[in-house]
């Protein structure tokens, strides 16, 4: 137990203002340390091509094999693309009709054989189209693509959502998308 006399040292040896500075001195030393730690390891950072999708959602629709097509699966996906959404280059195992519903649909062909169809003027279907490889092509709603075996990179090439309709012709047991690094994305058929 202690005097009040003591008691009286202890409390004003380091005043209200002294704490405050003391305080401040260390949370300013600490964030010092946390931004030069922070830059230095930027600094030491290389930017990279994404390898795993960013902002981007599978549901399921439908699925079913055909008894006339033994081995493959015939799938109907709703795909979203948020706004700065990607999915990096990744293939798929067999053939897909993407169909843009909304959006501005970035889309480069990496191999495989691809026809792009834009939307189509009243009452006159719209001529296939050639898709150069390696080129970004921007799609829009209505505008449609016919793909085989693709190898691709896609993106949300604005600022509203893309969403797209994916029709599947595709291999049973075969991941629906696999992305380079053998990163598979697989979505469960809807019954």
Request: hydrophobic share 40%; aromatic share 4%; charged share 15%.
């Amino acid at each position: 137990m202690t005097s009040p006399e003591v008691d009286q040292i202890e409390r004003t040896d380091m005043t209200r203002r002294d704490a405050l500075r003391l305080g401040g001195g260390l949370a300013a030393l600490l964030l010092g340390a946390g931004t030069h730690h922070a830059h230095a390891a930027a600094q030491d950072s290389t930017p990279s091509t994404p390898t795993a999708p960013v902002g981007v959602s599978m549901q399921p629709m439908g699925a079913g094999q055909l008894a006339s097509a033994p081995g493959l699966e015939l799938t109907l996906r709703r795909t979203t693309l948020a706004p700065g959404g990607r999915l990096p280059a990744h293939s798929h195992p067999g053939a897909l009709v993407i169909f843009v519903e909304a959006g501005a649909f970035g889309y480069t062909a990496l191999g495989g054989t691809v026809h792009l169809a834009r939307a189509a003027v009243v009452g006159t279907p719209a001529p296939a189209e050639a898709m150069p490889m390696g080129t970004e092509v921007i799609l829009n709603p209505g505008d449609w693509l016919f793909v085989e075996d693709p190898q691709d990179d896609i993106r949300n090439a604005g600022p509203d959502d893309v969403v797209l309709l994916v029709a599947g012709l595709t291999r049973v047991g075969e991941p629906f998308t696999t992305f380079m690094g053998d990163m598979e994305m697989e979505t469960t058929p809807a019954s």
